[in-house]
T-cell receptor
């Protein structure tokens, strides 16, 4: 039972354009969401998060949007840079458990 | 600030052998997590410690996996005996342990285990 889904295993984008990574979830009890970035041979690093009481959170080039009615979140990277090439995981938490449920990841490739 | 340290980085063993992984969390972090990441999947939580007590080990295959955090700092994860399906990256993470959703987890580089 995959509660957090990233249906696009890979995505290629030209440098300078927008990258949009998507994540869907099924558990309506999730109330906090995070995005992690992972380079090869390294552990995931925290990128940005959003609480369910918000619908948008922005940090520099990275913006996360949350649509609770659709149980959908997305990560926008503008402008995309070659250094953004990595695997991106979304994760979800239910308050009180603090247990991260991860998606399967999307491999982003930014072409120079 | 030093990050989460893990060793070894790579390990190759035969099935039915034993293996142990070590993790040293970020200084001052009370909560420590072990995850298993199989190729093509997201990390899956195996066990969570708060100081030296187990908070959640519901997904730990206890017939072959064990973990301890005796002094509430570093931790070891052991597999005995290993199976082919245990081939994965084992990630350790730590967090402050403030008991909030905003308690961000920080990951180590992982140990890649190959079982032949």
């Amino acid at each position: 039972d995959q509660q957090v889904k990233q249906n696009s295993p890979s995505l290629s984008v030209q440098e300078g354009r927008i990258s949009i990574l998507n994540c869907d979830y099924t558990n309506s009890m999730f109330d906090y969401f995070l995005w992690y970035k992972k380079y090869p041979a390294e552990g995931p690093t925290f990128l940005i998060s959003i609480s369910s009481i918000k619908d948008k959170n922005e940090d520099g080039r990275f913006t996360v949007f949350l649509n609770k009615s659709a149980k959908h979140l997305s990560l926008h990277i503008v402008p995309s840079q070659p250094g953004d090439s990595a695997v991106y995981f979304c994760a979800a938490i239910t308050s009180g458990t603090y247990k991260y449920i991860f998606g399967t990841g999307t491999r982003l490739k930014v072409l120079a | 600030e030093a990050g989460v340290a893990q060793s070894p980085r790579y390990k190759i063993i035969e099935k039915r052998q034993s293996v142990a992984f070590w993790c040293n969390p970020i200084s001052g972090h009370a909560t420590l997590y072990w995850y298993q990441q199989i190729l093509g999947q997201g990390p899956k939580l195996l066990i969570q410690f708060q100081n030296n007590g187990v908070v959640d080990d519901s997904q730990l295959p206890k017939d072959r996996f064990s973990a301890e955090r005796l002094k509430g700092v570093d931790s070891t994860l052991k597999i005995q005996p290993a199976k082919l399906e245990d081939s994965a990256v084992y990630l350790c993470a730590s967090s402050l342990g403030v008991g909030a959703s905003t308690d961000t987890q920080y990951f180590g580089p992982g140990t890649r285990l190959t079982v032949l």
